[in-house]
């Protein structure tokens, strides 16, 4: 489909077309750009970094500085048609607040995790007793920024606990090739590296 990382090109097939997104810790704005050439949406960035804000305005993109942990209670209601987090989450000092903004701001919320359950990490735990590093969690245990993580069962866990519908759910394992699921389960929480899931928002 396209040049993105394997999970963007999953959350790339969610967004509608002229649809009004809001890409939250957006990066260098590789999935803005995208969506903005391809799907024609009016779209909109949060980022941390300040390399990375500059280097989304450089591709023509509307993307601000802030800080995700704070800045999210500032946006109004019912503002944008798909509101995405991909790969971030699992850095916010509250997810469930976070997802509580994240339903308030949006019509629809595309979230993707790496799933801490993926049979690689269990193996890496078993046969080397460390926390797992891989192309996905590549940063050392003493410098990682993930400070929640969870499998894609306790992401669903959280969305029932929180009444948050999922309307969709798709996990992408390490060759990039997507797969479709519900609910929970032992199948995708083995072999799914990363779970996407599109909930519905607007409360």
Known sequence: MSSLRPDLNAIAELVSPHSKVLDIGCGEGELLEWLTKNKQVEGRGLELSQAGVNASIAKGLAVVQGDANTDLGYYPSNAYDFVILSQTLQTMRDPKNTLKNLSRIGKKIIVSVPNFGYWKNRLYLLFFGKMPVTKTLFYQWYDTPNIHFCTLNDFVDLCED???????QVYV????????????GAFANIFGEQGIFMLKGGD
């Open 162 to 168: 929180m009444n948050i519908k999922i309307e969709q």
């Open 173 to 184: 394992d390490d060759k990039g090739i997507p797969s479709y699921f519900q609910g929970k």
